[in-house]
T-cell receptor, first 113, second 112 residues
């Protein structure tokens, strides 16, 4: 069965530090991969997506993610975190040809001033 | 900008009540979804619809039903609310041409 694992429930970083949020998926074929961010009390906003092609994808708010097929991973990175990045981040996978997503359980990011 | 709206941000209902959660999107999207979000469990798919009057069960449909009479509106119905249905409910839609989901702001439902 398909699954998405976000091994870190909580992450705390200092403002200005770099960030990497981990995401591993289990799926036989090449999946469509997404990262979403959810600010407190809000819905989810798409940060970036990977369908095919270049394995390093750029998103909004200075985020990027790298698809590594050999590791079944799609980790999210940001070189310098801002206090406004404090939120919950979700990785998701969708199978080609369907619109159903499977979401990870989320990683809550705290940013220290 | 795509807009997905949900009828209420906060809702408090009593056990046994019939509850309607409404979702409207303004971009003529074919596909619409209802999720519930619980701490530590992420988002779990309740139902989805890929066309008017069409619906399919997601991963946790028990205790819920849905209605899609018009393309822009997708309703989630709790026939007899129970305390274990206290949760955040998120609606989303996808246009037929992409796989990107657009989310509403969510409805936090409390069943007492």
């Amino acid at each position: 069965a398909q699954s998405v694992t976000q091994p870190d429930i909580h992450i705390t970083v200092s403002e200005g530090a770099s960030l990497e949020l981990r995401c591993n998926y289990s799926y036989g074929a090449t999946p469509y991969l997404f990262w979403y961010v959810q600010s407190p009390g809000q819905g989810l906003q798409l940060l970036l997506k990977y369908f095919s092609g270049d394995t390093l994808v750029q998103g909004i708010k200075g985020f990027e993610a790298e698809f590594k097929r050999s590791q079944s991973s799609f980790n999210l990175r940001k070189p310098s975190v801002h206090w406004s990045d404090a939120a919950e981040y979700f990785c998701a996978v969708s199978t080609s040809g369907t619109y159903k997503y499977i979401f990870g359980t989320g990683t809550r990011l705290k940013v220290l001033a | 900008d795509v807009k997905v709206t949900q009828s209420s941000r906060y809702l408090v209902k009593r056990t046994g009540e019939k509850v309607f959660l409404e979702c409207v999107q303004d971009m003529d999207h074919e596909n619409m979804f209802w999720y519930r979000q619980d701490p530590g469990l992420g988002l779990r798919l309740i139902y989805f619809s890929y066309d008017v009057k069409m619906k399919e069960k997601g991963d946790i449909p028990e205790g819920y039903s849905v209605s899609r009479e018009k393309k822009e509106r997708f309703s989630l119905i709790l026939e007899s609310a129970s305390t274990n249905q206290t949760s955040m409910y998120l609606c989303a839609s996808i246009p037929g041409t992409t796989y990107e989901q657009y989310f509403g702001p969510g409805t936090r439902l409390t069943v007492t």
